[in-house]
């Protein structure tokens, strides 16, 4: 089974530039997740997407985050314009509903995003 | 909001010592997941826990269920250089038709030489 896969691996931007990432979750999985991860931290999380619908964004920061997930498979986040502090990995997830049981978040490999 | 108290912050070790860390939290979950995460990686996860009370392997890696549902722990046995890592603790609990998770700030494993 192919795991969830994200591009780019790295990028490095200027602030006030744009940047956007992507991520192709596992098969079947219906829950997408962007979470951003700051040295030393554990994942916080941006947006939960279930299909293509969003079920929670409230920690994204809706003036210069953006993401969406039109057909409710691949998703793309983008920033704009670019602030210092985005220095950061950015992890997607996905998950699939077990019912009773809750969910199992798998990640990708994460962006490393550098903001200069 | 859901906190998630995960200790300790870091351990320094000697190969082939046995290592054990937990999470603690004042809110109940459904579910304790338990993650390593390698330099440059995302987040792989180790094991999963459904049931209160609920003691589950992996290897070397062994996980509970705590009974009040607000606490879970992990140890690894015989620990090994590649054990070397970060380990998180994430809850996850049902609330708005959909399933939360919470995550610990992570325990950082370092193996002494």
């Known amino acids: 089974e192919a795991g969830v896969a994200q591009s780019p691996r790295y990028k490095i931007i200027e602030k006030r530039q744009s940047v956007a990432f992507w991520c192709n979750p596992i098969?079947?999985?219906?829950?997408l997740y962007w979470y951003q991860q700051i040295l030393g931290q554990g994942p916080k999380l941006l947006i939960q997407?279930?299909?293509?619908?969003?079920?929670?964004d409230s920690q994204l920061p809706k003036d210069r985050f953006s993401a969406e997930r039109l057909k409710g498979v691949d998703s793309t986040l983008k920033i704009q314009p670019a602030k210092l502090e985005d220095s950061a990995v950015y992890l997607c997830?996905?998950?699939?509903?077990?019912?009773?049981?809750?969910?199992?978040?798998?990640f990708g490999q994460g962006t490393r995003l550098t903001v200069v | 909001g859901q906190q998630l108290n995960q200790s300790p912050q870091s351990m320094f070790i000697q190969e082939g010592e046995d290592v054990s860390m937990n999470c603690t939290s004042s809110?109940?979950?459904?579910?304790w997941l338990w993650y390593k995460q390698d330099p440059g990686e995302g987040p792989v996860l180790l094991i999963a826990?459904?049931?209160a009370g609920e003691l589950t392997s992996n290897g070397r890696l062994t996980a509970q269920f705590g009974i009040t549902r607000k606490d879970s722990f992990l140890n690894i046995s015989a620990s090994i250089p590649s054990d070397v890592g970060i380990y998180f603790c994430?809850?996850?609990?049902?609330?708005?038709?959909?399933?939360?998770?919470?995550w610990g700030a992570g325990t950082k494993l370092i193996i002494k030489p």
């Open positions: 997830a996905s998950s699939i509903n077990r019912g009773l049981y809750g969910t199992e978040a798998f």
């Open positions: 098969s079947g999985h219906a829950t």
């Open positions: 997407f279930q299909n293509n619908g969003v079920v929670d």
């Open positions: 809110s109940i979950f459904n579910t």
């Open positions: 826990l459904y049931k």
């Open positions: 994430a809850g996850q609990y049902y609330m708005d038709s959909n399933y939360q998770l919470i």
